[in-house]
């Protein structure tokens, strides 16, 4: 991966902690003010642009490393089949 996709999957990690950090401070009742649901949203946007531009990047790679072990899954199913006849 670069260096701009480890950023922003940082970011996008850090804006969930965020998240997660203003659901446990407003645990049980999820009361947020106003301030806190621009909070949220604001939070919630950053992951969520963070974590597409994640994928689109890098959704080439993403997509032939699930063909490789798509393969090499395979590759063993084949492998046992021949070694049971």
């Known amino acids: ?7 922003r999957t940082k970011a996008a990690i ?7 950090q ?3 401070e407003n645990t049980p009742n999820y009361n947020l003010s106003a301030q806190e649901l621009l909070v949220l949203k604001k939070r919630l946007e950053r992951a969520s ?3 597409s ?3 689109e990047d890098n959704k080439l790679k993403l997509q032939a490393a699930e063909e490789e072990i ?3 899954h395979f ?3 084949e492998n046992k089949n021949i070694k049971r006849r």
């Open 14 to 20: 850090n804006a969930l902690i965020d998240i997660e």
């Open 1 to 7: 991966m670069d260096e701009n996709t480890i950023n």
């Open 49 to 51: 642009e963070n974590v």
């Open 75 to 77: 590759g063993k199913k």
């Open 22 to 24: 203003l659901w446990i």
């Open 70 to 72: 798509k393969k090499m």
């Open 53 to 55: 531009r994640i994928y």
